[in-house]
């Protein structure tokens, strides 16, 4: 217990600053996760209670623990099948054996506190999922998209790829992520996709500025030399005007001339036409003449024609109704006479039976002999009735063929007027037809033409240009392409270079600072009094020579010996001021050497025996100035590598130093041993060091500062490839959209003048076919007409006939004779009737008395009736007759009167045809003389408008030397060549479009800067806010890992500093006690501890509104796993914590414990107390 205290001691130590940066920020937490037909939980509704704070999963093996977060994943569309450990979401609904639920579903109950941006404070996520594999996702019971779904998760700090949830068996996935995927798990981290979604935008815009400006420099090159040849086409547009106002005034002269000719000939026809218009005029008048005659005569032909039709009508009509009169009165007139004469039997009758019987013998021989009389009268009629009735039957005959053959003309007049009328209006309604399907055709033709005219359109515009523009781009693009890889890989060479500065920067900035921690600069005072003080004091030797090697330092140190302390002055004069100067302040005593007296000269033979280095004077640096000073020190003294070297040489021959510092006497005396250093050399070659690594710093940093701008213009450079190359792959993108778009609208186009022409051919089909039915129709028209004409001159001749046949006399005759023998047979009849009656009634007189009396009353009542009808039909045939005569008589009249006025129709056309003729002539001649007239008149309106309007005197000079003249300037003119008349306006345009263009060319540069520089301002934003970020969880990585790991070491790197996004993060993990170069190379447990620690780090920066870990401490051992579970017991204060463990000692740390058993394959969930497992 007492490690346990300590443990959490340590907690509050090292954490203080992160709980006192956990303030009450918005959060959420899973209350509750409901489960129904998933996984292992069996097909009922089961609770899984949760809540705030640290809650612990336990149970055995198999029990369906991990159930639980695959449950929350599913609900939650965090995790596909596959990492649910199905082989497809169907797989995830129970079954058992044959068993088997309908559905799997899941609902995830969330209280907001916050976290989620809506306003309820209870969430319910749930999914449903069916055999067939369809899921249903809803929100508060609501069906949503899979989208909706993670968006809000999204915004409450919950992804699909989310670090929070840590399903069984991934803890160690954090480690095995590589270094891109660890750089991008922090750029979603610290939220800055915006900036490459903006970055990338303005990179297109870039891209299109950038070839916007490469066009523009394009056209402005073309319109600097376009204005330099309108300059020239000025220059010859001033010479040509001069020219050209002498050419117009000699053209006007010519002109005037011209003018003159042309209105001589014009007044002479002027005259000529006048004549022409009074014989016209003259003509009119009698054209219109005749015109009024024949229009007159024409009318009176219509009206005779008009008065015919309905008298050949009524012939027929009168001729009909006539028979049938009289028949009708022949019979009404016999029933008379039969009633007349049976009343007059009845009366004799009676008479009879009132007389004596004789007197009825004496009544019947007088009847007897009065019909005997009668009937001597009628026979002689007879005869003569049947002379006339053969005449008649033969006038009869003729007349009835005639009337027959009349009513038949008639009739199939009536039939072909008819049949032409009807033929006419099927002929109109063709025609009408015709006209549809000519204008139908038109308006085909037109569309088709419209048709073809886009379809030449696509094919000549875009389609046309497709193959161009697409290469154009495709060009753009590969050389961008190309180009943004060679400035990539300069880039990359740039960065290296950067990179080789900064090491070697850092290396010489460490040497530096070794080396000026080494140099102890005491200096002498002595001296550095003098130097102040006295000119031409220069410093001890010491100060004034460099050895360039450090491995020379001792040997040059050995063989100048004290003499290195000398100071170097100008002359003994600065040393006689030197030495009273040192006296007078008591600063000790010096040896100088004045250069103006000391003698020394440079040795000239150096051995040639190897491991002979050099003269030593050579091995230092010095200024020439003071070369006698340094030979006085050094001397002869030569350089060897060691003693062996000095031997061959021959010791006491010359003066020897070796590299260690055995000095060699030429008296023969050697020198060595172990050599104090005095640093009198070491001190002046440390300070020339240390200014040298200065100076290389410097220019090191001039060269990263170089460097650094080459690369900020290589990067402003790629953006500008990158944004065309964005820009150039967008529009080959549009660009296959539109030719995509394009091709559509051509098929379309296609297909419409396929199926266009298709009607059009059926249109023109069904015209031929009009038309010939037309053809026909106007054949049987014509075939018609003539058939009419030729029964129209039968009828005329049949009517002829009827106007002279002569039966009306012979009729009448007739009839005077039928009406006197039908009164005698009358008669006869009456008296033969009363006779019978006589010898009938003369036994039963008495008897019929009364019978008799009432049927003469009777008789009379019919006889009385009869005679009315035969009155009325005797009237209306007299009528009938009558109006029968007019009308032959009319019809007569009417057809002379028809041939009068055809004939004088006849003549009046031919008269009329020869003054037509002449005035034909007559305007044939006014129509020529007026375009003569016309054509001289514009010749002259012209020459006129030429002129200015206003007619001038004629020249005087002739017209040869005015055309002369002319000519001259004209070769002067040609000599000029073509001459641009707008070279003034084109120049004014051209300069004016120069001008915008450039405008818009500096608006664009400026805007390509602006957007150079947002760019920039992102990417130096982007980078940061990703340092801040990537700092921040570092820093938090580091400390939880040590808390975790005491000794231990974990850190991360950024693999390119100077290019961040193009590299990636390493992860470096050193355990306490080891040496580990691999992660892969440490243990289970370590690779946990590395895990979470990241995990946690990345918790702390931001914090997730619920995590679920998996038996993470599943390879931790029992420290670890309590320090593990001490550390989500105080994060747990602020987020919640839902973990599943095998581990009592870590379950006890929970604020609710959760059982999971297994009954039968169906998981069952209990609420434990954890406080009992420490029992």
């Not at 093996?61 to 449950?71: E, F, L, M, V």
């Not at 890992?1041 to 790197?1053: I, N, Q, R, T, V």
């Not at 590299?1063 to 306490?1072: A, D, E, T």
């Amino acid at each position: 217990m007492v490690e346990k205290y300590n443990s959490l001691q340590l907690i509050y130590i090292l954490f203080v600053k992160m709980v006192q940066n956990l303030t009450e920020k918005p959060k959420a937490y899973i209350t509750k996760v409901v489960v129904e037909g998933f996984k292992s939980y069996g097909r009922k509704r089961k609770e899984i209670p949760l809540g705030e704070g640290f809650i612990a999963i336990v149970g055995p093996n198999g029990s369906g623990k991990s159930n639980i977060g695959d449950a929350i994943s599913f609900a939650l569309g965090l995790a596909s099948s596959k990492v649910l450990r199905a082989k497809n979401l169907s797989y995830l609904i129970w079954s058992k054996g044959d068993k088997r639920a309908d559905y799997a579903l899941v609902e995830v109950h969330f209280k907001n506190e916050g976290a989620f941006p809506i306003e309820e404070e209870e969430i319910v996520f749930s999914r449903k999922v069916f055999p067939n594999g369809r899921s249903v996702f809803k929100i508060n019971g609501k069906p949503v998209k899979e989208r909706d779904v993670k968006e809000l998760l999204t915004r409450a700090g919950i992804t699909e790829n989310t670090y929070n949830v840590v399903l069984q068996g991934d803890i160690i996935h954090f480690l095995k992520m590589t270094p891109i995927q660890r750089r991008k798990l922090i750029e979603d981290i610290a939220g800055i996709g915006e900036f490459d979604e903006k970055k990338q935008k303005a990179l297109e815009e870039l891209g299109e500025v950038e070839v916007k400006l490469k066009e523009l420099k394009l056209i402005l090159d073309e319109l600097k030399e376009r204005l330099k040849v309108l300059e020239r086409d000025k220059k010859a547009l001033l010479e040509y005007r001069e020219l050209s106002q002498e050419r117009e005034e000699l053209k006007r002269k010519l002109t005037a001339k011209e003018y003159h000719r042309y209105r001589k000939r014009y007044l002479a026809l002027r005259e000529e036409l006048e004549r022409k218009e009074q014989g016209l005029e003259q003509n009119k008048k009698e054209k219109e003449e005749f015109l009024k005659k024949l229009l007159q005569v024409e009318a009176n032909l219509e009206e005779v024609e008009s008065l015919l039709e309905p008298y050949r009508e009524k012939l027929g009509k009168f001729q009909s109704e006539e028979e049938y009169l009289l028949k009708e009165i022949e019979t009404l007139k016999g029933n008379l006479t039969k009633l007349s004469n049976q009343k007059g039997e009845l009366q004799k009758l009676l008479e009879e039976l009132k007389g004596e019987l004789s007197e009825k013998v004496q009544q019947k021989e007088k009847v007897e002999k009065e019909i005997e009389t009668l009937k001597g009268e009628l026979k002689p009629l007879e005869e003569k009735l049947k002379e006339l009735d053969k005449e008649l039957s033969k006038l009869e005959e003729e007349l009835r063929s005639a009337i027959k053959g009349l009513e038949e003309s008639e009739k199939k007049l009536k039939t072909l007027r008819e049949e032409e009328a009807k033929k006419d209006k099927l002929l109109r309604g063709l025609l009408r037809e015709i006209d549809t399907l000519e204008g139908k055709i038109a308006q085909t033709e037109e569309n088709l033409k419209s048709l073809k005219e886009q379809k030449s359109e696509l094919l000549r515009g875009f389609l046309g240009n497709f193959s161009y523009e697409k290469q154009k781009w495709e060009k753009l693009a590969e050389e961008k392409e190309k180009s943004y890889h060679l400035l990539r890989e300069r880039l990359e060479q740039i960065d290296g270079k950067l990179r080789e500065v900064k090491e070697k920067k850092e290396e010489l900035s460490r040497e530096l600072l070794k080396l000026e921690a080494q140099l102890h600069i005491s200096g002498n005072d002595a001296v550095e009094f003098l130097k102040k003080n006295v000119e031409g004091v220069y410093g001890t030797v010491a100060e004034l020579i460099r050895v360039g090697e450090e491995e020379y330092l001792t040997a040059v140190e050995i063989a100048g010996g004290n003499r290195l302390r000398y100071v170097v002055v100008e002359n003994e004069d600065t040393a006689k001021r030197c030495i009273r100067l040192l006296k007078e302040h008591n600063l000790g005593r010096l040896t100088f050497i004045p250069l103006n007296r000391i003698r020394a000269n440079p040795p000239t033979f150096l051995p040639r025996v190897r491991g002979v280095i050099d003269f030593v004077y050579k091995l230092v640096e010095f200024d020439p100035h003071f070369e006698k000073a340094v030979l006085y020190v050094f001397g002869d003294t030569v350089l060897v590598e060691d003693f062996e070297t000095a031997k061959r040489l021959g010791i006491g021959n010359y003066r020897m130093v070796t590299l260690e510092g055995e000095l060699f006497e030429k008296g023969g005396t050697i020198t060595g041993g172990t050599v104090k250093a005095q640093n009198l050399l070491r001190e002046g070659f440390l300070k020339f060091r240390v200014e040298e690594l200065r100076q290389e710093v410097t220019a090191l940093e001039k060269r990263e500062e170089k460097l650094l701008k080459e690369r900020e213009k290589l990067k402003e450079k790629l953006w500008e490839e990158e944004g065309t190359l964005n820009y150039a792959r967008r529009k080959l993108k549009e660009l296959e959209s539109d030719h995509s778009n394009a091709l559509e609208k051509l098929k379309k186009v296609e297909e419409r003048i396929a199926k266009g022409e298709e009607y059009l051919n059926y249109l023109k089909k069904e015209l031929k076919e009009k038309d010939e039915k037309v053809d026909t129709l106007q054949e049987e028209i014509v075939s018609l007409q003539e058939e009419i004409e030729r029964l129209n001159r039968k009828r005329e001749e049949y009517l002829k006939v009827v106007s002279q046949s002569g039966l009306e006399e012979i009729k009448t005759q007739r009839n005077g004779l039928l009406k006197e023998i039908s009164t005698l047979k009358g008669e006869i009849q009456k008296l033969e009737k009363t006779l019978i009656a006589l010898q009938k009634e003369e036994e039963n007189l008495k008897a019929k008395i009364e019978e008799t009396q009432k049927a003469i009353e009777e008789k009379e009542r019919e006889i009385e009736k009869t005679k009315l009808l035969i009155e009325e039909k005797e009237q209306r045939l007299a009528q009938v007759r009558e109006e029968f005569k007019k009308a032959g008589e009319n019809i007569s009249k009417l057809i002379e009167r028809r041939e009068l006025l055809k004939g004088e129709r006849d003549k009046l056309k031919g008269d009329l045809a020869l003054v037509e003729a002449k005035g034909e002539k007559l305007s044939r001649e006014r129509e020529k003389l007026l375009m003569e007239l016309t054509r001289l008149k514009e010749n002259m309106e012209n020459l006129l408008n030429s002129l200015g309007g206003k007619p001038i005197e004629e020249p005087k000079e002739e017209t040869s030397s005015l055309k002369k003249l002319l000519a001259e300037i004209e070769n002067r003119l040609s000599a000029l060549g073509n001459v641009n008349f707008r070279a003034e306006e084109e120049y004014e345009e051209v300069f004016k479009r120069y001008r915008e263009y450039g405008e818009k060319y500096q608006t664009l540069e400026r805007e390509k800067k602006a957007l150079i520089d947002f760019i920039g301002e992102i990417e130096k934003k982007k980078e940061r806010i990703f340092k801040e970020t990537f700092n921040a969880i570092n820093k938090n990585f580091k400390e939880i890992f040590a808390f975790l790991s005491p000794g231990g070491k974990a850190y991360m790197e950024i693999e390119k500093p100077h290019d961040i996004f193009s590299g990636g993060i390493n992860m470096f993990v050193k355990p306490r006690g080891k040496e580990v170069k691999y992660l892969e190379a440490m243990s289970g447990g370590e690779k946990t501890l590395a895990a979470l620690s990241l995990i946690f780090a990345l918790q702390r920066y931001k914090p997730a509104p619920f995590y679920y870990f998996d038996e993470v401490d599943a390879h931790l051992d029992e420290v670890n796993a309590v320090k593990v579970g001490e550390l989500i017991k105080e994060y747990s204060k602020q987020a919640q914590f839902i973990v599943v463990t095998l581990r009592e000692s870590v379950a006890y740390l929970a604020d609710k414990l959760i059982g999971v058993t297994s009954r039968g394959g169906v998981s069952e969930v209990y609420l434990l107390d954890p406080a009992k497992l420490e029992k």
